[in-house]
Nanobody, 117 residues
Framework: QVQLVESGGGLVQAGGSLRLSCAAS????????MGWYRRVPGKERELVASANNAGRTTYGDSVKGRFTISRDNAKNTVSLQMNSLKPEDTALYYCNAVASVRPYLYWGQGTQVTVAS
């Protein structure tokens, strides 16, 4: 089992920045990738960014050039630096981990990001 605890989030004005962090514990040796997803009520959850153990990163089209994901394997954390925030970035952001132990996908409790126009 893997446990994920998020921190960060909150309210920010459009154009501002926020940083989200997520700490993993438990069967951390089994993790192959960590990332962030977000969900807006009435819409499907979408990928924001992910990074695998080899350092390969993937970004959702809507955040490319504005958000940066980083992992600290020594501290078992993943962070998301969000710059140039837009009102449409308002969502509940979830930390995610892909692991080789059931149930293979793990999720944090979610942290709210609200961008005011």
């Amino acid at each position: 089992q893997v446990q994920l605890v998020e921190s960060g989030g909150g309210l920010v004005q459009a154009g501002g920045s926020l940083r989200l962090s997520c700490a993993a514990s438990g069967s951390i040796f089994s993790i192959s990738a960590m990332g962030w997803y977000r969900r807006v009520p009435g819409k499907e959850r979408e990928l924001v960014a992910s990074a695998n153990n080899a350092g390969r990163t993937t970004y959702g089209d809507s955040v490319k050039g504005r958000f940066t994901i980083s992992r600290d394997n020594a501290k078992n954390t993943v962070s998301l630096q969000m710059n140039s925030l837009k009102p449409e970035d308002t969502a509940l952001y979830y930390c995610n981990a892909v692991a080789s132990v059931r149930p293979y996908l793990y999720w944090g409790q979610g942290t709210q990001v609200t961008v005011a126009s």
